[in-house]
Nanobody
Framework: QVQLVESGGGLVQPGGSLRLSCAVSGSIFNINTVDWYRQAPGKEREFVAFITSGGVTNYAPSVKGRFTISRDNAKNTVALQMNSLKPEDTAVYYC?????WGQGTQVTVSS
């Protein structure tokens, strides 16, 4: 069974940056795609970005050019670097892989 644990959330001012991390265990990490999703209050969970085993990435239009997803296969982690944050980026951020979700980490963008 795959376990995913997110970290790195917090409160940041508009225009600021945060780096989220997702630690993956219980699987052969380096052959699987890992996704980031987010869910804002009162809204459905939405796709943010994914990275494949070969390093191919894809982003939601709302974050493209501001967020960068990366992976460290030696450490079984996936990071989401978030720059130029906006209040509308406020949400709980989740990582997802092989049918399993992490518990989420809260990101709040506010002055």
């Amino acid at each position: 069974q795959v376990q995913l644990v997110e970290s790195g959330g917090g409160l940041v001012q508009p225009g600021g940056s945060l780096r989220l991390s997702c630690a993956v265990s219980g699987s052969i990490f380096n052959i699987n795609t890992v996704d980031w999703y987010r869910q804002a209050p009162g809204k459905e969970r939405e796709f943010v970005a994914f990275i494949t085993s070969g390093g191919v990435t894809n982003y939601a239009p709302s974050v493209k050019g501001r967020f960068t997803i990366s992976r460290d296969n030696a450490k079984n982690t996936v990071a989401l670097q978030m720059n130029s944050l906006k209040p509308e980026d406020t949400a709980v951020y989740y990582c997802y892989s092989q049918g399993s979700w992490g518990q989420g980490t809260q990101v709040t963008v506010s002055s």
